[in-house]
């Protein structure tokens, strides 16, 4: 089985390191092409993978294909490559936003596509992945990108009509994370630790919530009930953060991001 990419940027490098550190294929099965030489080279070195500034080399050899290119340039990377991949090849799109009904009008209603959107906790191997196909995918097709998928984290089939809520909920939200924790090491310098100190306090306390939550399976909610008690600190900080509006500002910018993904 040959998996291949066009394009060769963190995320579909992120794939591949987990493809190869779970041994799901080995090196010498996968394959990648981008528009810079300079990127094939330093792929070609990190991973020991064959790689091509030529699309169509990877289309026409593929069993599995990564679309793994910035939404504007999806338009022109599939028109040059349609009708050139192998009859029972599954096109795998990780362009956000681009739905399976472009996709299939580009590339051909008979293909077989599977769309994803993975989020970059996958560079570390703990990613999640939402997963969705079209008609013509079986399920043993699917379950051949299960098994890539889940080679760099966890993965959920979800319904294509909550992709664009994903996208936000999980592909955007580590960027909501990392300015959270930006603005808590700052807070702990602007009282008096170390920079490098309050970075490793604000990250390893996200890590430890998020697997808490996971863990128990507890409610949210009921986790932070038990870090407030009663006229503690905690409860006088959950108070302006509740009077600056922290939770309706995530509420929106989801929204937000929900409606930007809809727009690609």
């Given at each position: 089985m040959v998996i291949g990419f066009i394009g060769l940027g963190n995320m579909a490098k992120a794939i591949i390191n987990g493809i190869i550190s779970e041994g799901v294929v080995a090196p010498e099965e996968i394959m990648g092409s981008a528009k810079s030489e300079e990127t094939c080279i330093k792929v070609n070195k990190e991973f020991d993978i064959f790689t091509t500034?030529?699309?169509?080399?990877?289309?026409?050899?593929?069993?599995?294909?990564?679309?793994?290119?910035?939404?504007?340039?999806?338009?022109?990377?599939?028109?040059?490559?349609?009708g050139t991949t192998k009859k029972d090849a599954v096109i795998v799109s990780i362009v956000a936003g681009k739905t399976i009904s472009y996709l299939e009008n580009l590339l051909g209603k008979d293909q077989k596509i599977v769309r994803l959107m993975?989020?970059?906790?996958?560079?570390?191997?703990?990613?999640?992945?939402?997963?969705?196909?079209?008609?013509?995918?079986?399920?043993?097709?699917?379950?051949?990108?299960?098994?890539?998928?889940?080679?760099?984290g966890e993965a959920e089939i979800i319904e294509e009509k909550h992709m664009d809520a994903f996208t936000a909920v999980a592909g955007s939200s580590p960027a909501f994370v990392f300015m959270y924790m930006?603005?808590?090491?700052?807070?702990?310098?602007?009282?008096?630790?170390?920079?490098?100190?309050?970075?490793?306090?604000?990250?390893?306390?996200?890590?430890?919530?998020?697997?808490?939550?996971?863990?128990?399976?507890?409610?949210?909610?009921?986790?932070?009930?038990?870090?407030?008690?009663?006229?503690?600190?905690?409860?006088?900080a959950v108070q302006v953060?509740?009077?600056?509006?922290?939770?309706?500002?995530?509420?929106?910018?989801?929204?937000?991001?929900?409606?930007?993904?809809?727009s690609l």
């Open positions: 500034t030529d699309n169509l080399k990877i289309a026409t050899t593929a069993d599995i294909l990564f679309i793994a290119v910035k939404p504007q340039m999806c338009d022109e990377v599939l028109r040059g490559i349609a993975p989020n970059t906790p996958a560079m570390v191997n703990e990613g999640l992945t939402a997963v969705c196909a079209n008609k013509n995918a079986r399920e043993d097709d699917v379950n051949k990108i299960m098994k890539i998928c889940t080679s760099f930006e603005a808590l090491a700052d807070a702990a310098v602007k009282a008096g630790i170390p920079r490098a100190m309050a970075y490793k306090f604000a990250s390893q306390s996200t890590l430890g919530s998020a697997k808490l939550m996971l863990d128990t399976k507890k409610h949210p909610g009921e986790l932070k009930d038990m870090v407030c008690s009663p006229a503690g600190t905690t409860i006088e953060l509740e009077e600056m509006g922290f939770r309706s500002a995530v509420m929106d910018a989801v929204e937000a991001c929900v409606n930007k993904a809809k």
